[in-house]
Structure formats: structure tokens, C-alpha cells
Antibody
Framework: QVQLVESGGGVVQPGGSLRLSCGTS????????IHWVRQAPGKGLEWVTY????????YYADSVRGRFTISRDNSDNTLYLQMISLRGEDTAVYYC?????????????WGQGTLVIVSS | QSALTQEASVSGTVGQKVTLSCTGN????????VGWFQQISHGAPKTVMF??SLPSGIPDRFSGSKSGTTASLTISGLQPEDEADYYC???????????FGGGTKLTVL
């Protein structure tokens, strides 16, 4: 079955860096785009970034552009999110989600999430 | 302020039909298929609808529709396990970004 498993979350000081990973299985990873979506404590879902199946196109939310970088390794079925210059407002659970593609470009399968806490 | 507008809360009794709405504009909801996501007790989101298509494993009491710039998720025959937060989302071509609604808290009385 389709599985996405996030890792790499933790506590980091403001201004620090962190790299999240999203390991996948159960589907042809190299054929699907992938999203990162986050949820701050007590808040709603916020889309963060997306990468096309072949890595050729990437999109970012204004709140993270220039600080976050999405990438993928299709040989290892893994997605990454490099985060730098972290701020308190980046504190959230980060989910990776597969993009369904076809006539609907949006998340279909989601991971369980990894918690990032930005605090001194 | 979310790009898509959803009711903050909706409630219904077991067996009732409820409809959640998601209002955007011609740059997003009016032009693209809308996804709906269920989140129970701040666990991982689950996709329950995209457009009017049911993902596998989602009961057919869930249905989706759209009229102009408003998308709707209808639950017919509400069940206690449907109590959750529901979010809508779609692509916005003017923003070159995916956008979410603020979420609707559905309470089953």
C-alpha cells in the first residue's frame, strides 16, 4: 500500500537549519509530484511547497520562499525539505503528501507528520 | 486570512445530511478541481474527496460538487466517526500556489 513516512523533525533554535525527509513505498515515486503541508499548533493546514515528479518544477508558499528548498532523489524514493533561517512561526507538524495528478492536482495520500519546534 | 472560505463550524445529528462549503474565486475554485481532507483530533489528514470522485476506502455517504466558485462536500447519513475538521484545497494560478480553506469543525450531536 502507499506509504509516506516523514522524519528529521526536532527542536531547533531560531535562525537554525533542519532537513526533513519523506521516505516512500508502495507506488512509483518517480511518477508523482509531492507536497509538503504544515500545521502550526492549534491552526489549520498550510501548503508549503511542491515538486514535480521529475524535479523540473518547484513551487513555494510566500512564507517560506528563499528559506526552504524542496528536492527529491528518485533513485531512493525519498523527498527532502531543507529549511534554513528558521523562525518561531515555522513551528508546526510537517506532512508530506503525494499529488494525485491527472485532472486533480492535489494531495491524495498523506504521511503521519514530523514535528518541528523552533525555540531558544 | 485563508484564500478559501469555509464555515468555522457545522453540526448535525446522526443520520442527518450536512453540507460543507468552500468558497474561492475564478483563479482557484472556479477553475480547478477541489480536494477535501478530513482530520480527526489533529491526526494525519485523510483525503475524502477530489472533485466529485471518492478515493478508495471512503464511504459513499460522502459526495462532492461545485457551482461556480463554491465547492461543497455533502455527508449523507452522518455517522459519529465523521466528527472531524474538514479542509478544502485547490491550485490558484494567480498565486502559483496551492491554497487551503481555514477548515470546518464538524460536530456530530
Amino acid at each position: 500500500q502507499v506509504q509516506l513516512v516523514e522524519s528529521g523533525g526536532g527542536v531547533v533554535q531560531p535562525g537554525g537549519s533542519l532537513r526533513l525527509s519523506c521516505g516512500t513505498s508502495g507506488f512509483a515515486f518517480s511518477s508523482y509530484g509531492i507536497h509538503w503541508v504544515r500545521q502550526a499548533p492549534g491552526k489549520g493546514l498550510e501548503w508549503v511547497t511542491y515538486i514535480r515528479y521529475d524535479g523540473s518544477n518547484k513551487y513555494y508558499a510566500d512564507s517560506v520562499r528563499g528559506r526552504f528548498t524542496i528536492s527529491r532523489d528518485n533513485s531512493d524514493n525519498t523527498l527532502y525539505l531543507q529549511m534554513i533561517s528558521l523562525r518561531g512561526e515555522d513551528t508546526a507538524v510537517y506532512y508530506c503528501a503525494r499529488d494525485r495528478g491527472g485532472n486533480y492536482h492535489g494531495p491524495d495520500y498523506w504521511g503521519q507528520g514530523t514535528l518541528v519546534i523552533v525555540s531558544s | 486570512q485563508s484564500a478559501l472560505t469555509q464555515e468555522a463550524s457545522v453540526s448535525g445529528t446522526v443520520g442527518q445530511k450536512v453540507t460543507l462549503s468552500c468558497t474561492g474565486n475564478s483563479n482557484n475554485v472556479g477553475s480547478y478541481v477541489v480536494g477535501w481532507f478530513q482530520q480527526i483530533s489533529h491526526g494525519a489528514p485523510k483525503t475524502v474527496m477530489f472533485g466529485n470522485s471518492l478515493p478508495s476506502g471512503i464511504p459513499d455517504r460522502f459526495s462532492g460538487s461545485k457551482s461556480g466558485t463554491t465547492a461543497s462536500l455533502t455527508i449523507s447519513g452522518l455517522q459519529p466517526e465523521d466528527e472531524a475538521d474538514y479542509y478544502c484545497s485547490t491550485w490558484d494560478y494567480s498565486l502559483s500556489a496551492w491554497v487551503f480553506g481555514g477548515g470546518t469543525k464538524l460536530t456530530v450531536l
